[in-house]
């Protein structure tokens, strides 16, 4: 079992930045790709970017991509996302999630993930 937990979230201006974390007990997350996703009132839950293992491949949304980076430090079992030029359309719940296995293919495929955390808001205001 993994457990992860997001922090970071908050109310943020247009233009600004915000940095999520996720941190995982339970077992390493050296074994797992891991991915953030996100999901705004009235919308289904959209996928915003994953990590490889050891973080030697990344990809992203179309809508983040060159806004937000994914990062993860291993040692201390904990994944980032970096928020840059937020925009009113990124308020949302995002939630970092677990996916058990070295394979890197369909990132984006929620169905994969095996371990999910509770979210965090969070708010851009214009």
């Known amino acids: 079992q993994v457990q992860l937990v997001e922090s970071g979230g908050g109310l943020v201006q247009a233009g600004g930045s915000l940095r999520l974390s996720c941190a995982a007990s339970?077992?390493?997350?050296?074994?797992?790709?891991m991915g953030w996703f996100r999901q705004a009132p009235g919308k289904e839950r959209e996928f915003v970017a994953a990590?490889?293992?050891?973080?030697?491949?990344?990809y992203y949304a179309d809508s983040v991509k060159g806004r937000f980076t994914i990062s993860r430090d291993n040692a201390k079992n904990t994944v980032y996302l970096q928020m840059n030029s937020l925009k009113p359309e990124d308020t949302a719940v995002y939630s970092c999630?677990?996916?058990?296995?070295?394979?890197?293919?369909?990132?984006?495929?929620?169905?994969?993930?095996?371990?999910w955390g509770q979210g965090t808001q969070v708010t851009v205001s214009s």
């Open positions: 990590i490889s293992w050891n973080g030697g491949r990344t």
């Open positions: 339970g077992r390493t997350l050296s074994n797992y790709v």
């Open positions: 999630a677990a996916r058990s296995g070295l394979y890197f293919g369909a990132p984006q495929a929620q169905q994969r993930y095996d371990y």
